[in-house]
């Protein structure tokens, strides 16, 4: 597998390390409820299908949202976390 | 034996290798197989359950039956197979699985018990009783089944791993691989060409086919040459791709150095190729018949057949009969005729067939029966009006094609039945990028093959946004290709399909009787396709039996499938380089060598390499070295390493507001020139690192980490930056390996600096918790004054060029004060008499609360894991808390891993009130002291408790105290 560092380019899955749901970019306000807090922080779904994924580029230290289809394998698109969440 | 002219081996280049211990002499081009049976040695090997003396089927990587062991010693490669291993002088083959001989094999008695050890057997027969298993039927059944032997000895990882890149990977150089080459790289794309021979050309190097005016070895020698001449081709040879994975990654093997003797090239080379585009060229494999006692030596493939005798000169007997249901079995009869060969018989299933051969032709006919022991001596067939014996010293099976579309199930693809050509083809698109042409998509004339190529490579070329150029293709044979389908012969006897697990038709059809109907389940139950070989010969002839036997077609049974590798790869293929230091590197600090000259006990920290103590002489015991150490630095001065701490550096107008949303205390506050303790939590709220944070400029702060949560630390760093706060300007650079820093710490610290730093060190100037740019000997180092031993402390850095020798000036100016080196456990025991943590205490589960710096944590500001802090639970006084712990005979040392409970209670895991987590012996106070986490810890001080540690039978009673046992009110330190 193959994913494309917004930095470096596209490069061997072994340079990335895979850190869970990009929903880890939606961090809740201060004073936010907790069930909100509860929620961000263990609560994920784990789709046959179209996911929003947070990677790490090891080397050089980038990390980065990869749009992936867990069923086909597809990486459709890769992007710095501040593009993602604009 | 060797044909007197022809094939593809040098006959001035004669090659001399052992086989089981007796020389044997071949020709350059050979492989074992093809030199074996050039010196009349059929009998290569034993099967894996009956131990029936078998003979290469193939002249290939899909052969069962030639395995055998290449090499001595560590170098030594058990299953082998013959029949792709070339020759070299001095090689040295081992047949396996036989003892004491191959022609004699004692376990050949497997075999006459054979009508008892059918399919399904030992789950059978090896049920009762249960305990048996384990210790007595196992060990047997493992003793007598088996292959090769590895040679116990550690592998001497000598192979490569690489990687490559191309617009365009053809998989396979026969007509169809070359024609598509060709096509892409005349069109100016970037292409691989790979293929598992030794050299381009397929099957055209086994055929007796013209191509225009050529050869068709003539026409791949030529095409080979003139890729080979392009810059933007790579032919790889000997490279056999193993296995597809996502974005287009191809693993593949080649056999770099094993047809030469052992010496500096790597034996293999394990490559992921990354390919935009690929093109399977793989072929087909020429699938087997079966009829009774279809296994004894000398009975090969019609295709082997073919290989043998025009490319390594060799029949594989004086009366070679033929059995066929396709026009490849008349091909065959020519070829040996041609090449001087009796042929004993032509013998084709099809009623309606002719042939104009000068042979004996039995049309409409069937071997129901085959003579000979260690080799083959003639056989039996049934035709129209009876039934005919036939002497022969071999036989040739046609049984028709199986496309080689193994690489296009990698992903999950399934074949699917093409009925006119009785095969499995590959389904469209299987593999996205990869375009199936030639035999391996069921085409298999020449003059299709080459065609095809063309085509695929033209859809590639679109795909890759190139425009192909017209190139010129020779005319070939285009004989048409409707075998009927000839899966089995109908007559008694055993009919054999796995040649290496010994599955016969009979298994097949008790896998059916006793319901095992799919094809996965027959397959479990039977073993069938399970041997080294993978099924490549057998399993659609299985399947087709499978499909009769339950009264199904074959599209309704099933379909096969395949999963990576292809053929097998080494593991140390795989993993190469990864082995002892390769798999866990060394990080050496600059002090290594004068620890090492110092013969300092080196201990792992990560991959960090630490002195443990350093010895002097008469010390007999690391105590005695480590408790002198401690007593040096409670006394006079001691210098340590510290240079493993991970270091940041932080900077940019946000850094301030920075660490303040990933410290739990407030660093924007903090003055230029100070320091501060940090602490940083998860998100989840409990404690992820910690470690001091100087401001060296208004917009520049250098963090420091803990050796083990340096690369943590900084992913996480990076996180919150780039993903939660983008806003801000801020810049994080990893300084770890630029600056050696050591600690100079005790009462004479300041002492030791001003003897060797150009500027005087003095309190105000230095106080507690600051940092001072200095100079030593004309370099500027960075001084900062803090303590993780309790006494007065520093850290002077440097660039990590002057390291080696700033630490041999520290220490010569330590051991002149009185003082030396001290190591990581004297470093422990300082840190554990003041109480101050390490990942022994915040090891994951533990929050700011647990370890009593819930102080630390701001209320006036947000930052990283505070609301998931304030959860209900993790605050609560009855948590598991830090503590300090004194046996009440300081003689007894509290285990880290013990375990704590309340005096009078039974020491189980119920009743358990908490753990130890570090232990020392404290040459301060003369008593063994621990630090701990208790329930209500805080408010049960003075009470005793029973340690227990049910590991090691330790059980006395200790006392909770607070957890600085040593200066609690810091007065040493702060000076």
Redesign the interface.
Known sequence: MRLTCPHCGERDLREFAYKGDALALSRPEANAELQAWHEYLHIRDNPAGPTRELWYHTPCGSWMVAERDTATHAVHRTMTPAEATK | MRIATGGLIDREKPIRFTFDGKPVTGFAGDTVASALLANDILLMGRSFKYHRPRGPVTAGSDEPNALVTVGEGAEARPNTRATCQEIYDGLTVTSQNRWPSLRFDAMAVNDLLSPFLAAGFYYKTFMWPRAFWEKLYEPIIRRAAGLGALSGQPDPDRSEKA?AHCDLLVIGAGPAGLAAALTAAEAGADVILATEDTRPGGRLLSETVTLGDQTGREWADRMAARLAAMGNVRVMARTTVTGV?????YGALERVAEHVMPGEAPPTCFW?L?ARQAILATGALERPIAFPMNDRPGILSAAATRTYLNRYAVSPGARVAVFGNNDDAHRTATDLAAAGVTVAALIDTREDATSDGAWPFYPGAEVIETQGRLRLEGLTIRKPGGTLRIGADALAVAGGWNPALHLTCH?NGRPVWQEDIAAFVPTANAI?GLTPCGAALGTFSTAGCLEDGRRAAEAALDALGHSPKPIDLPDAEDTPYSPPATWAVTAPGRAWLDLQNDVTTKDVHLAARENFRSVEHMKRYTTQGMATDQGKGSNVTALAILADATGRTIPETGTTTFRPPYVPVPISSMGAGHAGKGFAPERFTTSHEASTARAAPMIEAGLWYRPSYFPVHGEKTWRESCDREVRMVRECVGVSDVSTLGKIDIQGPGAAEFLDLVYTGTFSTLKEGRIRYGLMLR??GHVMDDGTTARLGPQHYLMTTTTAAAGPV??HL??VA???R?DLDVK?TSVTDHWAQFAVAGPRARDLLNSLLEEEVTDDAVPFMSCWLATVSGVPVRLYRISFSGERGYEIAVPARYGAALWRLLVAQAESLGGGAYGIEALNVLRIEKGFITHAEIHGRTTAYDIGMQAMMSKTK?FIG???AA?PGLTESTRERLVGLRPRDPANMPLPGGFLFTKGETPSRANAQGYVTSACWSPTLETHLALGFLASGPERMGETLRFTDHLRNRDFEVTVTDPVAFDQDGGRMRG
């Open positions: 990687f994975y996502d974005s287009g990654t992921r990354v992903m996205p998100e989840d900084m992913a990076e996180f780039q993903g939660l983008p994080l947000d505070k609301a998931a959860r």
